[in-house]
């Protein structure tokens, strides 16, 4: 059975930081890009951030670039979003996902969701 169990949102002042992290199972980690997309209410759900497990390749959308760092832990099979400097517009809920190789990073087409995870950013 295919998982990806999301974890680490919160509440967190203006300026603060959070660590989302992201376990997948039941699918070779390998075989994906890992990351993450976010739907604020009202709005569209849009890329985030995305990592290629096998090789580390990382690569962010302008909304975050310089605030956020994804990275992977291969051997744990888990993906993390590292969020610094976050503003109230980065709230959303965050949910994690697996696009395969060679597809496009963006909802789509993604293979697998994980459930979200709600990050609130006062102000």
């Known amino acids: 059975e295919v998982q990806l169990q999301a974890s680490g949102g919160g509440l967190v002042q203006a300026g603060g930081s959070l660590r989302l992290s992201c376990l997948a199972s039941g699918f070779n980690f390998d075989d994906y890009a890992m990351g993450w997309f976010r739907q604020a209410p009202g709005k569209m759900r849009e890329g985030v951030s995305g990592?290629?497990?096998?090789?580390?390749?990382?690569y962010y959308f302008d909304s975050v670039r310089g605030r956020f760092t994804i990275s992977s832990d291969n051997d744990k099979n888990t993906v993390y979003l590292q969020m610094n400097s976050l503003k109230p517009e980065d709230t959303a809920v965050y949910y994690c996902?697996?696009?395969?190789?060679?597809?496009?990073?963006?909802?789509?087409?993604?293979?697998?969701w994980g459930q979200g995870t709600l990050v609130t950013v006062s102000s």
């Open positions: 990592i290629t497990p096998s090789d580390g390749g990382a």
């Open positions: 996902a697996a696009v395969a190789k060679g597809k496009y990073f963006r909802p789509s087409d993604v293979d697998y």
